[in-house]
């Protein structure tokens, strides 16, 4: 397993030439005058499409931290430009448009939840599980003005919820019989979520930031035999920093980061979820242990630490990587169909299985 690490050193390490500012592409309907002013805390609602995490609030904070980004809706002629890969035909017909891509203008292409962006010199993952020399791995920001569990509440568990966008829940979570089985025991359930819609989400149905009355987190995505390898953790980070135990299914982004039993409580169907809850229930000094142990370790996923993250991979490791390696040189030499077209053909050379 290779783990994300969070960097602890300061987030504004010294630029490197050409690379010494980064670009942040968005082909956003609102003008970049308008997104550049917005608040991660306050503006969340905002923040919650793929391309606007990953590009804009990164920018965002980044520029909050100091370090030398801006924010472009035009490709740059050089240095290093992030986007996403929902955009890469809209950062092609950019490129396209201001003239043949110079071979000091760098990719960096932010996967998320799609396919590996051939175009990208360079990929951003949201875990670990596909980290190599030109692809790292980088937390999810946590969720922004969270209002976290009130302490008041002590050990008791009356109301349990899942925040997320419905297709992430599986099935048998949404059927009556799970929140029937949860009323029995004198229990709540909240779905706090909304169908995602691209341009067209109800970002303003969403409470994805109050955890102050929420006692504990279920949160199991449809069945994956590959554990949801293009999933973040953001259900674990967002819990361990608001305070509330978790109930997660399987999935590779928790178990990258787990570290003791007391992280979450990994379940995989209605019965073994109810089956959790009913013994945090039966020993409170176990969800007490839970809350506490969260709490030490939301200390590793601050917005200051994943920042920290960004800062290592924009401004130390991918100019030392282009610096060092000869053949990145020379891919930058041909068009760039020609150069997708020989990742293309790479990357089907490394799932061919050996004779």
């Given at each position: ?110 996967r998320a939840d799609l396919r590996?962006?051939?175009?990208a010199d360079f990929e951003i ?231």
């Open positions: 397993m290779v783990a994300c690490r969070i960097a602890e050193s300061s987030p504004n390490p010294a630029p490197r030439g050409r690379l010494s500012q980064v670009a942040f592409f968005l082909d956003d309907p609102r003008p970049l005058e308008e997104l550049e002013r917005l608040d991660p805390d306050r503006g969340w609602r905002e923040l919650v499409r793929g391309e606007r995490v990953w590009i804009l609030k990164t920018f965002l904070h980044l520029r909050a931290a100091g370090l030398p980004v801006r924010l472009v809706d035009e490709a740059p002629r050089e240095g290093l430009v992030v986007f996403h890969a929902k955009q890469r035909r809209s950062l092609e017909r950019s490129l396209a448009a201001t003239g043949q891509r110079s071979p000091e203008c760098i990719l960096a292409g932010v590996q962006p051939l175009i993952l949201q875990n670990g599980r596909w980290a190599a020399p030109r692809r790292f791995a980088v937390p999810h920001w946590p969720q922004g003005g969270l209002r976290p569990r009130d302490p008041g509440r002590g050990e008791r568990i009356v109301h349990v919820a899942f925040k997320g966008f419905a297709g992430n829940l599986a099935e048998p979570f949404r059927d009556p019989a799970w929140a029937e089985a949860l009323a029995h025991r004198g229990l709540t359930w909240h779905v706090d979520a909304v169908p995602f819609a691209g341009l067209s989400t109800d970002e303003a149905a969403l409470d994805w930031n109050d955890y102050s009355e929420v006692d504990l987190v279920v949160a199991v995505r449809p069945p994956n035999r590959g554990l949801w390898t293009s999933k973040p953790a953001t259900k674990l980070v967002n819990a361990w920093r608001a305070g509330v135990p978790a109930l997660l299914g399987p999935e590779w982004a928790y178990r990258e980061l787990r570290r003791h039993p007391l992280d979450y409580l990994e379940v995989d169907s209605v019965e073994e979820a109810l089956a959790a809850i009913d013994h945090l229930r039966e020993h409170p000094g176990f969800y007490r242990a839970m809350v506490e142990h969260g709490s030490e370790r939301a200390k590793e996923v601050t917005v200051e630490a994943v920042s920290a993250r960004w800062a290592e991979v924009l401004f130390e490791q991918i100019p030392a990587r282009v610096a060092a390696d000869r053949g990145l040189a020379r891919l930058r030499r041909w068009p760039l169909p020609v150069r997708a077209l020989l990742r293309r053909a790479r990357r089907l050379a490394e799932l061919r299985p050996a004779r």
